[in-house]
Structures are given as C-alpha cells and as structure tokens.
C-alpha cells in the first residue's frame, strides 16, 4: 500500500491536473442532470420549514438527493428526530454495496484520500469510477475527484439557489429535466454490456425492482432489484461470471 | 444550534456509515471468494438497472421514445452523446406527446 501510495505522489501536478479535468468533463452529465433535483431540494427544504443554512448545511452533510428528499418530507410531518435519521440510513443503505465494489480499487490511496472519496460516493460517482476501471483506466485519485467535486460543488450550489429562490422557479417537466437521470443511468447500464452475466443480471433486476417499486415501494426497490442481479451472479457456477479463466479487469487495475 | 441540525447530523453520519461500511466488511476478508467477487462485479448492472426500470415503467411515449434512441445511440457513441440524444429527443417528443 505505501508503495503505491508513493506511485500516485510522484505523479506531477500537471499530469494529475488533466486527471482532474478528464473527470469533471466525465461527470458532466451529472451536473446537468442533479442542476434541478438541487434546485427542487432547496426548494422544497424551506417550503417544510427549515433555514437556508439548514438546507445548505443538509445537501453539504448528507450528499444524497433521494435521502434529503425523504428527510425533508419527514420534517415536515412532525416525526420523531430518531425516525428521520433511520429513514436517511435506509434510504443510502444501498451505498453499501457500492461501497463493497469499489474498495478494491481505491485500496491503493493513502487512507485520508479513502475516507474523503467514500464521503462523496453516490449512486452517480460509484457508477462512473466503475465504468473508468471497465474501460481499462487506471482510476487515480485526481480523476475520481475530477467527477466527485464538481458533482459535490453543483449540488450545494443548486440547493443555496434553490433555497433562496425556490418560489420562482417556473414548472420545469415541459422541458423534461425530471427523466434525465434514468436517461443517463441507462447510458451507465448499457456501459457495462461486455461484462460477464450483463443481460441475464440485468433483465434479474429490472423485474425485481419493478415488482419491488408495486409491492413494497420507493426507495426499497433499489436495494431489493440490486440484491436479485447480484444474488444470481453468485448463485450461477464462478466459470460463468468470468472469475479465474479471465481476470483481465483485476490485473489492468494494478498495474 | 437547533434541533434540525442535530438531526441532519445523525443523518450525515448514518449516510457514511453505508458509503465506508461495505468496504470495511469486504476488506476484512484475506481473500475474496470466486462468487462473492462474481457478486461484486454484478452490482453496477444490477443497481444502475433499478435506477431505470421503475421509471421506464411509469413514463409515457416521449420518455420511451427518448430512451430508445439514447440506448441505440449509446451502442454507437460515449456516454455524453447517448445523454445529450436521449434529452433532445425527449424535449421534442415532450411538445408534441402527452
């Protein structure tokens, strides 16, 4: 690990400046796509009750649009202060998996670097680190933050103006903000198509974050439709995932 | 402070909790086994196909038609040109369909 950690030191500032860019460029259509859904938060924050700060201080704190949504919503019924915070955790509880996924990558950084990158690992970060270390690049420090700052800095921002200005903002859906994230999602999904078990992982999932988004509800039919898609890739016998005849993703990522 | 603040912190907290704590498990393990890292390697697919299904579900003309262009497109192109055909095609198809 020291050594590296070492490695990415000796990288020169420039080389890791182009990194960055590289990765604020990648993570653009999040900025574009989170833009209403901050503004919409900020909104929405104040209309049920809380301050500017709070509302600020919520998007800067829990970085997590469908959490905060819920939290807010929450606050605004009068519910016991231990229900909201559990609501929160619920709602990210998927952030584990992503979290058990992407470890092995960043397992190289010194810890602080860790620790903050795990700090702005949302659904939109974790699939864009995923789909750099699929396209066979290195996933270096700088490019994670390249995607992840400026997805963290559009958000606060959108959230202050949305806070401050919420009540004029016009009825945005005539010009479909509302469907561009499930529209880059599936651009996410269709990223991953070479990989072992993509179509039969994700035809798994779709059916059971479909039953799971009738039956049991919003959010939960994230986690469950997750754990369907990864229950059958474990289940299926290891030679058909790919694991030990090909492991051409592990040895790319570190070297 | 007021009593929102503490409880946006509780909220903070418990949210890094989920984003670190899936790592810590895993890396407690020496060494991943064969299906829990087949596992792994599933779950961009599996969560991102969430993230999409319900919606597709729930929408109208205009967003299939906008999904189905931006999946064509993204066969073809990267993921920025898939985004920015999928959101154009969607912004006209939204004028002229309910």
Same mark, same amino acid.
């Given at each position: 690990?020291?050594?590296?950690?070492?490695?990415?030191?000796?990288?020169?500032?420039?080389?890791?400046?182009?990194?960055?860019?590289?990765?604020?460029?990648?993570?653009?259509?999040?900025?574009?796509?989170?833009?209403?859904?901050?503004?919409?938060?900020?909104?929405?924050?104040?209309?049920?009750?809380?301050?500017?700060?709070?509302?600020?201080?919520?998007?800067?704190?829990?970085?997590?649009?469908?959490?905060?949504?819920?939290?807010?919503?929450?606050?605004?019924?009068?519910?016991?202060?231990?229900?909201?915070?559990?609501?929160?955790?619920?709602?990210?509880?998927?952030?584990?998996?992503?979290?058990?996924?992407?470890?092995?990558?960043?397992?190289?950084?010194?810890?602080?670097?860790?620790?903050?990158?795990?700090? /702005?690992?949302?659904? +939109?970060?974790? !699939? &864009? $680190?995923?789909?750099?270390?699929? %396209?066979?690049?290195?996933?270096?420090? #700088?490019?994670?933050?390249?995607?992840?700052?400026?997805?963290?800095?559009?958000?606060?921002?959108?959230?202050?103006?949305?806070?401050?200005?919420?009540?004029?903002?016009?009825?945005?859906?005539?010009?479909?903000?509302?469907?561009?994230?499930?529209?880059?999602?599936?651009?996410?999904?269709?990223?991953?198509?070479?990989?072992?078990?993509?179509?039969?992982?994700?035809?798994?999932?779709?059916?059971?974050?479909?039953?799971?988004?009738?039956?049991?509800?919003?959010?939960?039919?994230?986690? /469950?439709?997750?754990? +369907?898609?990864? !229950? &059958? $890739?474990?289940?299926?016998?290891? %030679?058909?995932?790919?694991?030990?005849? #090909?492991?051409?993703?592990?040895?790319?990522?570190?070297? | 402070?007021?009593?929102?603040?503490?409880?946006?912190?509780?909220?903070?907290?418990?949210?890094?909790?989920?984003?670190?704590?899936?790592?810590?498990?895993?890396?407690?393990?020496?060494?991943?086994?064969?299906?829990?890292?087949?596992?792994?390697?599933?779950?961009?697919?599996?969560?991102?196909?969430?993230?999409?299904?319900?919606?597709?579900?729930?929408?109208?003309?205009?967003?299939?038609?906008?999904?189905?262009?931006?999946?064509?497109?993204?066969?073809?192109?990267?993921?920025?040109?898939?985004?920015?055909?999928?959101?154009?095609?969607?912004?006209?198809?939204?004028?002229?369909?309910?």
């Amino acid at each position: 690990m020291a050594g590296q950690a070492a490695d990415s030191r000796s990288s020169t500032s420039k080389s890791s400046m182009s990194e960055f860019w590289h990765g604020a460029r990648f993570g653009l259509p999040v900025c574009i796509a989170v833009s209403p859904f901050g503004l919409l938060f900020g909104t929405l924050a104040v209309e049920n009750g809380l301050s500017v700060l709070e509302a600020v201080f919520m998007s800067a704190f829990v970085f997590g649009g469908a959490s905060q949504m819920v939290g807010i919503e929450l606050f605004g019924q009068k519910v016991a202060p231990w229900m909201i915070a559990l609501s929160i955790f619920a709602v990210n509880f998927r952030h584990v998996l992503y979290s058990a996924a992407i470890g092995r990558y960043l397992a190289g950084w010194p810890l602080a670097r860790q620790a903050f990158a795990f700090f /702005l690992l949302t659904d +939109a970060q974790y !699939a &864009l $680190a995923e789909s750099q270390i699929q %396209s066979g690049r290195k996933l270096t420090f #700088a490019r994670y933050m390249g995607a992840a700052v400026t997805s963290y800095l559009t958000w606060v921002a959108t959230t202050v103006i949305g806070a401050i200005f919420g009540k004029l903002i016009p009825d945005t859906s005539a010009i479909g903000v509302d469907f561009l994230l499930p529209i880059y999602f599936l651009g996410l999904v269709m990223d991953f198509r070479k990989r072992p078990l993509w179509l039969p992982v994700v035809a798994v999932s779709a059916v059971a974050s479909i039953l799971a988004y009738r039956f049991v509800g919003s959010p939960w039919h994230v986690l /469950l439709g997750a754990l +369907a898609g990864v !229950a &059958l $890739a474990v289940i299926l016998p290891p %030679s058909r995932s790919g694991i030990g005849a #090909a492991p051409a993703q592990a040895v790319e990522n570190r070297a | 402070m007021s009593s929102a603040f503490w409880v946006i912190l509780a909220g903070a907290l418990a949210t890094y909790l989920t984003r670190i704590g899936g790592h810590l498990v895993i890396s407690r393990l020496e060494r991943i086994p064969p299906r829990v890292e087949a596992g792994l390697n599933a779950v961009p697919a599996a969560v991102l196909t969430t993230l999409v299904a319900p919606a597709v579900l729930t929408a109208g003309p205009a967003e299939w038609l906008a999904l189905i262009v931006a999946g064509l497109v993204a066969l073809r192109g990267g993921l920025l040109s898939m985004f920015i055909a999928g959101a154009v095609v969607l912004l006209i198809a939204r004028q002229f369909m309910a």
